[in-house]
């Protein structure tokens, strides 16, 4: 008989950052972070409200502490929002496959987020930020419905002193030299399509159409399928493969997923 | 040419005058509206020999055969002693005389069913089965009443609109261990009832006050977390009637209650028509009959040693709303 | 060798047996069926012969048993949590084959789909054994299992045929021997579990053998007469002996409570119900019911198998039996079979 994995463990918040007007920025120990990879997702509990599946956007192993940008939207993300630091948040995981770091490294990289899309990749670029020798080259490309919605700005302030990064918004503000519309219409403009496909990766998270979208557009500007990655978001129960919500097809993302090889799952539909 | 015909006599014989001098119509009772097909053959062979070759569905669920030529009558009454044998005598169990008169009254008249849960999917009830005994209680009686019954609250045979409208009614049994938390009861309570259901946190909770006893919610589960009662429970309308003066529809007189109570309360209809009409039968709408009375008198007599099952609960009051072409108030030619 | 024994002394057999396991038929619910005075056939525990219907196919398979249709998992009380106890005797199931290779489709989900069990699942799978009922020889009208290759199963430990008054019985695992000692010596017959061999239906399941076949099958026209047929009730998932999709949600049982006492429960989940893909966010896939059809129908007979070899469907007929708007799942099977066949002549035309 094996254990019981899936009853949650008790985590301490440790900060809590607001970030736009519904989303907040949770950092908690967790003690197995060593097992946590990039893109990778965790079931966060409030007992007697039930679980949610919440992506990894940063943590680090040295100090144990892993960080979830959660959006208040449902039943159990508004009873985390009444949750203060120093409160315990339970949670089971890690789950899925994440971005691995080995695949993108030595390559001309590009990243593509639409909204809150840049949450799971943030932990990747912050990783190719502080280690940009890594790779040869690093472009950022996101998207956001208005200013008000940009997430993680101060970051991304010091993202572009590094590699060129490109923030369009769906509705202007007026301010001086936005970036308007959606991304795809920026993709022809990135220099990583220029380069040597051999040595191109692209991952792209977003909403469902939008990461469609996008894909088309780098396949239209020459990269490969099987070159660019994205993150499925599906509605999960389990997390471990059981519970039969996240399935498409043979594959389920919870587990063969979040993070997919596109050429992998162009058929996958439904 | 005057034929020298009593109608009334005959019309109490269940012949119906035709506008044809000398003409009648035959009414055979099909009591709940389900009887054997041979029965077909009957009301043929009554058409083909006596009447004109035609036959009707009655409006009440007879089998009429019109074009009967009054010498013809005794021959009508003789042949159809067999069907009045084995419908009321053996079918219903009624204690009376089988002779070649044909039908000793016209009193109470057919009773009108769907055809209820002995087919119809929605039907909460056998109508047939309850439509005999409801017979036996009603018949023969020169006392008038039209009583409806419908499977359920539907109501496809229309017990809005009779004297004494019986309507099934289920009240089902909720084993939330069963429930998957689809809500598909509560939706569908919502589009084709009365709302009652509502999901909360993926269990269900009923609003016993508006529940109409339909058992939608029964045959909407996908996982047989809703049964109907194992008891079966009625709901009586009174006094709905078409007619020229005054039609309406009838108003809920009980709910929730038992067959026993429904059978006790019926055997008090004799008693209350002999009572209010001072034993003279006459022929009057039960509506108007109610109406003499008065709504707390005909409850009063209705009810008397009639034991309520503890669901039951019996109208305090009763507010008719009628069409009243004797006024014509809102009626109007339209101004050029 | 078998042994015959009348209800009575099967009745000692079992009360003997309930000391050690807790046993489980297919038993008359009567009056519990979906419309008005109709019965509805499911498993619950037995305590003799006479509570276990084997003149008819059950509407609900016994999945219910190990994975009831709501479960508690665990609970909340002071911030701790605990997991929920279930009783320490083990189970014995009366089973038909489809149900018992039902089970190895569970088994597939919840033991085999990741590396690592279904703690729940695998709790009280442990302690089933089945005792596998023999069926008519060629099963009822909607029955398929032939076609499916569910219709035999050696997964048993004793099997058993019911003459009415009598059930000839098979002891398979000598284990359960010492129960019938008494009845050794004096009430032996011929008797061998007999699976059916023939089903009054016969399909031809569909063998889809290309990425590009599934697609062309998935955009099919055949679909599109179950967005008018079909009501998406989930009544065929329900009832699936194999259909495992659960839903985990919370019960807080009293909302004051500074105790924070509580549950988390699994309850049964349908691909044809609403909300089965709603994400927070607001976002559903799959909203037609031909898009859910197609989802479950491939899912029977195609996407289990890509990934664990066999076909999910055991060809019971229940969906059939129980859907209230009398779609056929085996007529379905027959027109994906003829879809994918014509899907494959196109292909090799436009290849040619």
Partial sequence: MTANNLLPINCEILAITKTTAIENLYRVRFPHVDKVHNGQFLQLSVPGFGECAISITDFSVEEQWLEFLIRKVGLVTNQIFNLNVGDYLPMRGPYGKGFQIANYEGKHLAIVAGGSGLAPVRSLIKHFHANPQDLKSFELLLGFKDTDNVIFKSEIAEWEKQFPVIVTVDNPSGAPDEKTGLVTQY???????????????????????????????????????????????????????????????????????PVFNYAATAHLFD | MNHDIDVKKLRVNCFRQSKVAGEFMIQLRVPGSLIKAKYLAVIQHIAETWGNGTFHIGTRQTLNAPGIKYKYVDEVNAYIQDYIKEIEIEACGIDMESNEAGYPTIGARNIVACIGNSHCIKGNVNTHELARKMEKEIFPSHYHMKMNIAGCPNDCSKAHFCDFGIIGLTIPEYMPERCIGCGRCATVCKKVATGVLELVNNKIEKDMCCCVGCGEC??????????????????????????????????????????????????????????????????????????????????????????????????????????????????????? | MGLQLTNAQFNQVLARLSAKYAIYA??????????????????????????????????????????????????????????????????????????????????????????????????????????????????????????????????????????????????????????????????????????????????????INSQEVLTRLKNHPMWKEYNRRCVMCGSCTVNCPTCSCFTTYDVKFATDSETGAGERRRMAASCHVDGFTDM?????????????????????????????????????????????????FSSMIQKMHTAVEQIKQELNHDSK
Wanted: glycine letters at 6%.
């Fill in chain 1, 187 to 257: 993709v022809s403009g990135l220099k990583t399509i220029k380069q040597d496909m051999n040595s191109v990766e692209v991952v792209i998270v977003g909403p469902p159409r939008m990461m469609e979208f996008t894909a088309k557009e780098f396949i239209k500007n020459g990269v490969p399928p099987e070159k660019i990655w994205v993150s499925f978001e599906r509605r999960m129960s389990c997390a471990v493969g059981k519970c039969g919500h996240c399935r498409i097809d043979e594959v389920y993302v919870c587990l063969e997923g």
């Fill in chain 2, 218 to 336: 029964v045959s909407a589960c996908p996982s047989g977390a809703w049964a109907y009662s194992k008891q079966k429970f009625y709901r009586v309308m009174i006094g709905g009637r078409t007619g020229k003066q005054t039609p309406r529809m009838g108003k809920m007189f009980l709910n929730w209650v038992t067959e026993d109570v429904l059978i006790a309360v019926i055997k008090n209809w004799q008693s209350f028509s002999a009572t209010i009409l001072e034993n003279k039968p006459l022929y009057l709408h039960g509506g108007h009959l109610i109406d003499k009375a008065g709504y707390h008198r005909f409850r009063e007599l209705m009810l008397k040693d009639v034991k309520l099952n503890p669901e039951a609960m019996v109208a305090e009051r009763i507010f008719w709303t009628e069409t009243e072409y004797r006024s014509n108030i809102n009626v109007k030619k339209p101004i050029a």
């Fill in chain 3, 26 to 207: 297919p038993k008359n619910f009567p009056l519990e069926g979906r419309y008005s005075d109709t019965d509805m056939v499911r498993y619950d525990g037995i305590t003799q012969v006479e509570d276990i219907v084997f003149e008819r196919k059950s509407d609900m398979s016994a999945k219910e048993i190990v994975t009831p249709i709501n479960e508690t998992i665990m609970f909340f009380f002071n911030g701790q949590v605990q997991e929920s106890k279930i009783p320490q005797k083990e189970i014995l199931i009366f089973a038909r084959a489809c149900d018992i290779n039902g089970f190895k489709r569970l088994d597939d989900i919840f033991l085999r789909n990741s590396e690592t069990p279904d703690y729940y699942y695998q709790r009280r799978r442990n302690k089933i054994k089945f005792i596998a009922i023999e069926c008519p020889s060629q099963g009822w009208d909607t029955c398929f299992c032939v076609s499916t290759q569910t219709n035999d199963t050696s997964d048993y430990a004793l099997a058993v045929k019911s003459t009415g008054e009598s059930l000839k019985i098979e002891i398979k695992d000598q284990e359960f021997a010492e129960y019938f000692a008494d009845f050794a010596q004096n009430s032996t017959c011929q008797y061998q579990y007999q699976p059916v061999l023939e089903n009054e239906l016969k399909l031809t399941l569909p063998v």
């Fill in chain 3, 280 to 328: 927070a966010g607001g976002h559903t896939f799959r909203t037609s019911a031909a898009e859910r059809m197609r989802f479950k129908a491939l899912h029977k007979v195609h996407d289990h198998k890509q990934r664990f070899g066999d076909n999910m469907c055991v060809g019971c007929g229940r969906c059939d039996d129980r859907c209230p708007e009398h779609i056929s």
